[in-house]
């Protein structure tokens, strides 16, 4: 109906909204889900073995928010061709973006290698937790094409509307991630099952055995959902002879590296993705920063602020799942050029995302205790994340706007401002506030700054996508 020109009722648009972000949200709370696992399984060692793994975590989300915003610089291109039924041309954008996404996903592993040993150091770790630190992102580091892979595979699908695949592999990727870290981080044990002695295989792998159980998950994950993407999808298979009824001709067998260049897709995907990955890098280096203001607290300050962001994880991901679903709705309707579906779409989901997360926000004020309880057995671990969780709830509905609005704005090619927005809110607020409050408060103080920013941050975001420029340099 987005591409074709039709009218929609606002039921209809309704009913798209949930149709492509039930199943996105599912995904994004599996994912949070293995994280959960993971920090559960690490965390019954103790609190050294969280503290190494959260000492590196926010320098993980700085090279995988870089994977992210290479895919994103395609995959919208792929949603806007996608949207004026130009198939042909989705494809060509599909084959640039493979190929380049590969070759920068390995520039960013060398560089994640070389890192990997001074990083805990530089991050305030010290000797009892870097050689862990250490190990655990230089695995992460060989498995970054893995993940680039899996990245782009996950967001042209989701670009067709097809959201069914890739929230089913993201299960996947969470089932194999347990399995491989229930085999890797425990050693070989018994246990009693129904009154049996049951001998558990294991590698004893501790904090190394988390990556490795990541990495392999992501293995298996990425070739099967790029065998769906690339070869299975009827709009985006490059890999076979196919014949379209939207194309002219039949296309002879292809593959990434042997079509022409054409850099007009290069150069578009440079406009899209380059703010979006200068964003990602200074956002995580302002998470770096505040994880360097955290460590002087202590390994408990540590463990139970990597605990809480896991939990967290849990209340703003369903934001997330609106956001990939708005992107996909105005990517279309840009293609199409609806400027009438752009505005509806993006009033409402950015409401959609704001009410799920303010629910989600009551129930984790509620189970603080309990979500801090399954990741760790340690008292003081669990109180003080608890108390974070808490802070932090009353800002979830203006973390689910920035969050959706900045979705929508990706979705119709602009980058720049929401990329401003972000990285102002984050280093003049937050960071600020946050050294202020630290030596005072504590962890609370991080956590009390963290919500104030993000206050802030989604007010701006409301105004930027009610002033409706976003769509001016687009659609006339």
């Not at 995988?64 to 494809?91: C, E, W, Y």
């Not at 390995?106 to 050689?131: E, R």
């Not at 139970?304 to 708005?326: K, Q």
């Not at 809110?425 to 408060?441: D, E, H, I, K, Q």
């Amino acid at each position: 109906m987005i591409r074709d020109g039709k009218s929609m009722t606002g039921s209809e648009k309704l009913n798209l909204i949930y149709l492509l972000s039930i199943p996105s949200i599912l995904a994004q709370v599996t994912n949070v889900m293995m994280f959960f696992i993971d920090q559960a399984m690490v965390g019954s060692l103790g609190a050294e073995a969280p503290a190494a793994i959260g000492l590196v975590e926010s320098t993980i989300w700085l090279f995988g928010g870089l994977a992210g915003a290479i895919s994103m610089g395609f995959s919208v291109q792929t949603a806007h061709f996608i949207g004026a039924n130009d198939f042909k041309s989705a494809r060509d954008v599909v084959r640039h973006g493979l190929a380049s996404c590969l070759l920068l996903s390995l520039v960013i592993m060398l560089v994640a290698l070389a890192l990997s040993y001074p990083l805990p150091y530089w991050l305030g770790g010290g000797d009892d937790i870097a050689d862990d630190s250490s190990t655990y992102f230089m695995i992460f580091a060989c498995a970054i094409p893995l993940m680039q892979l899996n990245n782009l595979a996950s967001a042209m699908l989701k670009c067709e509307g097809n959201m069914r695949v890739s929230s089913a592999m993201s299960v996947v990727l969470c089932v194999l991630d347990v399995v491989f870290n229930f085999l890797l981080i425990f050693p070989t044990r018994e246990v009693t099952v129904l009154g049996h002695a049951v001998t558990i295989p294991g590698a004893g792998l501790h904090v190394a055995g988390a990556a490795l159980g990541t990495a392999l998950a992501y293995l298996v994950s990425s070739l099967f959902q790029s065998w769906f993407a690339f070869y299975r999808s009827n709009i985006l298979g490059i890999l076979r002879n196919r014949t379209d009824a939207t194309d002219s001709n039949r296309f002879k067998h292809l593959t990434p590296f042997t079509s022409t260049v054409k850099w007009n897709y290069i150069r578009n995907a440079v406009k899209i993705s380059l703010p979006m990955a200068f964003q990602s890098t200074l956002m995580s280096g302002a998470q770096i920063a505040s994880t360097m203001i955290v460590a002087p607290l202590g390994n408990f300050a540590i463990a139970a602020n990597t605990f809480a962001i896991t939990a967290e994880s849990l209340c703003y991901m369903p934001g997330y799942g609106v956001g990939e679903a708005a992107t996909t709705l105005i990517g279309q309707s840009i293609g199409a050029m609806r400027r009438d579906l752009c505005r509806s779409f993006s009033k409402m989901t950015v409401a959609t995302g704001m009410l799920v997360m303010a629910l989600m926000g009551v129930i984790m004020y509620i189970t603080a205790p309990e979500l801090m309880g399954l990741m760790t057995p340690v008292e003081e671990i669990r109180d003080l994340g608890s108390d974070c969780l808490r802070i932090e709830a009353f800002a979830e509905p203006f973390f689910a706007a920035s969050i959706v609005a900045y979705s929508i704005c990706v979705g119709a090619g602009n980058t720049l401002k929401p990329a401003i927005i972000n990285l102002g809110s984050m280093w003049l607020v937050r960071l600020s506030l946050a050294y202020a409050l630290a030596s005072t408060y504590g962890l609370q103080g991080v956590w009390f700054a963290m919500a104030v920013e993000l206050t802030f941050r989604g007010t701006l975001f409301l105004i930027h996508l009610y002033r409706g420029r976003w769509m001016k340099n687009i659609i006339r």
